[in-house]
């Protein structure tokens, strides 16, 4: 089992920023592809930026750029820096990893890009 919880969403004008952290009970180094994905009413749920499985960067063209995706080991935590947020940013983040062939979810946390 591995729980994973979000922080740091909100509602921000749009070109700012925010930083999101997903933390997870178990050592990061033993868990898969770790990412974040977000959904908007209406869209299916989609990749925003992941570790692949040999360490390197995924990020959605949408967002390339623009948001950085980053760890800290020592922390279990993953994090999402997103800059120049637009409005179409506006979702609820979720974050995801593989243990054991499961996928793990966090509960999301809303992220609002309004002025």
């Known amino acids: 089992q591995v729980q994973l919880v979000e922080s740091g969403g909100g509602l921000v004008q749009p070109g700012g920023s925010l930083r999101l952290s997903c933390t997870a009970s178990?050592?990061?180094?033993?868990?898969?592809?770790m990412g974040w994905y977000r959904q908007a009413p209406g869209n299916q749920r989609e990749l925003v930026a992941a570790?692949?499985?040999?360490?390197?960067?995924n990020y959605a063209d949408s967002v390339r750029g623009r948001f950085t995706i980053s760890r800290d080991n020592a922390k279990n935590t993953v994090y999402l820096q997103m800059n120049s947020l637009e409005a179409e940013d506006t979702a609820v983040y979720y974050c995801?990893?593989?243990?054991?062939?499961?996928?793990?979810w966090g509960q999301g946390t809303q992220v609002t890009v309004s002025s």
């Open positions: 995801k990893a593989g243990f054991r062939r499961r996928d793990y």
């Open positions: 178990r050592s990061i180094f033993i868990l898969d592809a």
């Open positions: 570790f692949t499985i040999v360490g390197s960067t």
